[in-house]
């Protein structure tokens, strides 16, 4: 799990990445030097609380994300691997780029969520090396490191950002597929790279129990041009599907 | 602070509560059979996110968003108001993101 949260802290502008059970107690950490193991356990705590209020509302939460004047708080909800609840959290500053942020924390989250299914042996040897890492500080604006233009995230290539990764999106027929493709790529213009990604949940949202077929594919350009925040973008993204739809 | 009912005019947000930091309700809008208990349950959320990013060194708390498989929710707070909005789909949580924040400016 240490290697996994250390993928985290190699987004820019991410000070410390936390794994809490549903106790709020500190399962595993990461962080640069100022976010020590007690510094973590103080923010996990209330980030329980934080979540206990979230439960009342909406049970079955994905991800909460809040906002502070320098800088954001990003859970995300591994449910229960092992039996047990369990919440990665994200401090990031003023320079984290947040959808980057949200990529790299949903894909450790997969990871998560297998390791920590893999039973308390896996958490006996998270806990056993709670061992705090100093991390050179983030660039000043303005500054840049050597191979921040393109971020290395696992899972994600960058040099293939068009629809590589719909591959595990099932499909009813080669020609929904290729909507989807094509959907990736429109939407690719106005968000980047993280298009796939919002296709791939697009798709569960509108296609929750089956393969995705192309009867379904006006509901799912509505469900993607939500992601596009500019009305004029929007509605140009409409536009380029309009015809297939 | 984002007009109450100017929100609730956008077929995205199912319900708005306007309530008092502490907690306390004071208006709301549309779909909403239970203000006071928003009110308390965002009071309560508000309260540990910010203790939360005090600790982590993060400021004033501006706004918390939470979402899932169908539906997600928008908490703005400013001065002692605390405004929460229901969006559904939660795919539009982003573009009603993008309103407040304009409606601050």
């Known amino acids: ?245 | 602070m984002a007009n109450l009912r100017d929100l609730a005019e956008l077929p995205e947000v199912k319900s708005a509560v306007l309530s008092s930091e502490s907690g306390a309700f004071l208006e709301s809008v549309g779909e909403e059979p239970d203000g006071e208990n928003v009110a308390a349950q965002m009071g309560f959320l508000t309260s540990a996110m910010a203790q939360a990013g005090d600790r982590a060194g993060l400021g004033a708390l501006s706004r918390i968003a939470f979402s899932g498989q169908r539906g997600a929710c928008l908490v703005v707070a400013q001065g002692d108001a605390v405004l929460t909005a229901f969006v559904a789909p939660p795919a539009a949580l982003p573009m009603v993101e993008a309103v407040l924040g304009a409606s601050r400016r």
């Open chain 1, 1 to 245: 799990m240490q290697t996994i949260l250390r993928t985290l802290l190699d987004v820019t502008g991410v000070g410390a990445a936390i794994v809490l059970d549903g106790a709020g107690h500190l399962v595993c950490h990461r962080g640069r030097a100022d976010y020590d193991k007690r510094r973590c356990e103080q923010v996990g705590g209330n980030l329980a609380k934080a979540v206990d209020a979230v439960e009342l509302r909406q049970e079955d939460w994905e991800t909460i994300a809040a906002h502070y004047a320098n800088g954001k708080l990003l859970l995300r909800n591994l449910g229960s691997p092992g039996g047990r609840e369990h919440v990665l959290a994200v401090i990031g500053d003023r320079t984290l780029n947040f959808s980057l942020a949200t990529v790299a924390i949903r894909v450790a989250a997969v990871k998560l969520k297998k390791a920590l299914g893999t039973g308390s042996a896996g958490l006996a040897a998270a806990a056993a090396s709670q061992t705090p890492v100093t991390l050179p500080l983030p660039p000043k604006p303005g500054e840049s490191r050597v191979g921040d233009s393109k971020p290395t995230l696992p899972g994600l290539n960058w040099s293939q950002t068009s629809s590589a990764g719909l591959s595990r999106v099932p499909v009813a027929d080669p020609a929904s597929g290729a909507f989807l493709h094509r959907s990736a790529r429109e939407l690719a213009r106005h968000v980047g790279p993280i298009a796939k990604v919002y296709v791939e949940e697009s798709v569960r949202r509108v296609s929750p129990d089956g393969p995705f077929s192309l009867p379904l594919a006006k509901k799912l350009v509505e469900d993607l041009a939500f992601q596009i925040e500019d009305p004029d973008d929007r509605a140009s993204f409409r536009r380029a599907l309009a015809k297939e739809v």
